[in-house]
Every structure is written in structure tokens, then in C-alpha cells.
């Protein structure tokens, strides 16, 4: 059974920084991404991450701030996420696909995803 278990959301000021957390299970992946959505807006990407070679691919909004990761041997992916800002706020899933269809930023790209973890980022 194919699991993503996302950990590390919280409330924090602008400025502060906070970790993401997705330990997957179940099988290995080609590719992890983090993507968020905000109430009453559509998901958006944010990161990506190629399983071998650690290519990286990071959204306009968030580049310079945020650092995907992965830890092979723990099958774990991290989003680092530094200065947030109040539009930040969203909540935030990790997404796994078991090939690399070329289009990091298409949710419908990924085959598994995480249950959701809530940022809350306050001015």
C-alpha cells in the first residue's frame, strides 16, 4: 500500500521559517512534488524534485526562499521553507509520481498524494 505521510505545518509569523516533512512508503517514485492551495483558489505547484539525480524545479513565487530536498535512504522528502509570507497560507501537499512525465507543475502528473498539511503564515 502506497502511503505519503506529510508532518511539519504550523502557525508562524512572517519571516519565520518552517520544514516539511513527506515519508512515502509502498514503493519507490521517480518524482516528488509540493504543491498548495489556498481557500478559494486552485491548487498550485510550489517544488519538485527528481528521486535520483536531484534535479530541482521550484515555482516563480517561492524561489530563493523555499528548498525542496530528499533523503533516498528514509524515502523522505523535505520543503524548506524560509521568510514565508502571509500569502504563504494555503495548505500544503506532497505528491509522488512513479515516472517523470515531463510536466513537473501538472498535478494530474503525479499518481499519489499526501492527506494535506495546513501553513498558516500571519502579518
Known amino acids: 500500500q502506497v502511503q505519503l505521510v506529510e508532518s511539519g505545518g504550523g502557525l508562524v509569523q512572517t519571516g519565520d521559517s518552517l520544514r516539511l516533512s513527506c515519508a512515502a512508503s509502498?514503493?519507490?517514485?521517480?518524482?516528488m512534488g509540493w504543491f498548495r492551495q489556498a481557500p478559494g483558489k486552485n491548487r498550485e505547484f510550489v517544488a519538485s524534485i527528481r528521486w535520483s539525480g536531484s534535479i530541482t524545479y521550484y515555482a516563480d513565487y517561492v524561489k530563493g526562499r523555499f528548498t525542496i530536498s530528499r533523503d533516498n535512504a528514509k524515502n523522505t522528502g523535505y520543503l524548506q521553507m524560509n521568510t514565508l509570507k502571509p500569502d504563504d497560507t494555503a495548505v500544503y501537499y506532497c505528491a509522488a509520481a512513479t515516472i517523470y512525465r515531463g510536466s513537473y507543475g501538472v498535478p494530474q502528473n503525479y499518481d499519489y498524494w499526501g492527506q494535506g498539511t495546513q501553513v498558516t503564515v500571519s502579518s
Open positions: 509502498g514503493r519507490a517514485f521517480s518524482m
